[in-house]
C-alpha cells in the first residue's frame, strides 16, 4: 500500500478514509477541561488515537471552515474575524476516530445537532453543551459547541491534511 502522494497537491493514497474520521476538540471544550469526557464517549464507539494538542494556525482555520466562509454574506458575523477570535492564539486537541466503514457518519451522530440547545440528550452537544445559536447570533459570534468530526470520507481526508499533515501518514496504519 502506499501512501505517498504522486505529485505536490495529492492526497495520500491508499486510505480507505470511510473508516476514518478526524476529531477536533474545540477551545470552549479543551477551556472547560471536557476532552478526556468527550475522547472517552467517543471511544465508546469507535477506536481513538494520534492525540494531539495543536496551537491553531490562521490558515488551518480558514481551510477547516472553508464551507461557512464561502456562505459568510447569509451569516449575521464576521467569519473571518470570529474564527480568529475563537481559534487563534488558542489550542485545540485533534485525534482520529477508526472503525467500521461508515465511521463519519457514526461520529457526526455522537455529537448531536450543531446548535447544542437543539442536541438530543445522550449526544456531547445535547449532554456538554452550554451556548446556543440564538444567544450566539445575538452577540455577533459562532455558537461554541465543542467538537467537529469529518463529515465525510472527503471531509476526513482533507481534515487529515489540515490537522496532522501527509508526514504523520503512519498514525492511518495497522
Known amino acids: 500500500m502506499s501512501r505517498r502522494p504522486a505529485a505536490v497537491g495529492d492526497v495520500l493514497t491508499g486510505v480507505d478514509w470511510d473508516r476514518w474520521s478526524v476529531i477536533l476538540l474545540k477551545p470552549d471544550c479543551v477551556r472547560r477541561g ?20 495543536v496551537p491553531v494556525a490562521d490558515w488551518q482555520i480558514h481551510v ?4 461557512l466562509l464561502v456562505g459568510a454574506d447569509w451569516l449575521d458575523c ?8 475563537m ?12 472503525g467500521p466503514a461508515g465511521t463519519p457518519a457514526l461520529v457526526r451522530e455522537l455529537l448531536g445537532h450543531f ?15 452550554t451556548d446556543n445559536l440564538t444567544a450566539a447570533r445575538a452577540q455577533g459570534r459562532l455558537v461554541e459547541n465543542l467538537v467537529h ?15 496532522y499533515g501527509a508526514k504523520r501518514h503512519h498514525l492511518l496504519g495497522p
Open 149 to 163: 468530526a469529518s463529515d465525510d470520507a472527503t471531509a476526513t481526508c482533507r481534515d487529515f491534511g489540515t490537522w
Open 64 to 67: 477547516h471552515y472553508w464551507d
Open 34 to 53: 471536557l476532552v478526556d469526557t468527550v475522547l472517552e464517549r467517543i471511544s465508546d464507539v469507535v477506536s481513538v488515537h494520534g492525540r494531539m494538542d
Open 78 to 85: 464576521d467569519i473571518p474575524a470570529c474564527l480568529r477570535g
Open 87 to 98: 481559534y487563534i492564539d488558542r489550542r485545540v486537541t485533534v485525534a482520529l476516530a477508526h
Open 115 to 129: 446548535d447544542p440547545a437543539q442536541a438530543a440528550k445522550g449526544t456531547l452537544r445535547g449532554d456538554l453543551g
